[in-house]
């Protein structure tokens, strides 16, 4: 098990930005595709972003794409997601999510998450 916690979340204005970081301890962080979701009230978790376990190839849900880019630092076994031109829509919980196994494909829907963190809010204001 990988234990992850999310930190950078909060209040931004429509066309701000906000950094996301997601800290990980546990099995070895550099094996596992990372990913992050998000979640939003009344409405199923959705897949963000992902990057695969060496950080050669990242991969973003069209809502983001463009705005945001995600990153990882293996060496301080930590995840990012930048993000930019902030809309209300994106007002949501942000989960930081693992993959199923070493090696593996990247996470691009909850049943392929080995290990979740617990999220962190980010609202964006009109």
């Known amino acids: 098990q990988v234990q992850l916690v999310e930190s950078g979340g909060g209040l931004v204005q429509a066309g701000g930005s906000l950094r996301l970081a997601c800290a990980a301890s546990g099995r070895t962080f550099s094996n596992y595709a990372m990913g992050w979701f998000r979640q939003a009230p009344g409405k199923e978790r959705e897949f963000v972003a992902a990057i695969s376990w060496i950080g050669d190839n990242a991969y973003y849900a069209d809502s983001v794409k463009g705005r945001f880019t995600i990153s990882r630092d293996n060496a301080k076994i930590t995840l990012y997601l930048q993000m930019t031109s902030l809309k209300p829509d994106d007002t949501a919980v942000y989960y930081c999510?693992?993959?199923?196994?070493?090696?593996?494909?990247?996470?691009?829907?909850?049943?392929?998450?080995?290990?979740w963190g617990q999220g962190t809010q980010v609202t964006v204001s009109s």
């Open positions: 999510a693992a993959g199923l196994g070493p090696y593996g494909r990247y996470p691009s829907s909850p049943a392929e998450v080995g290990d």
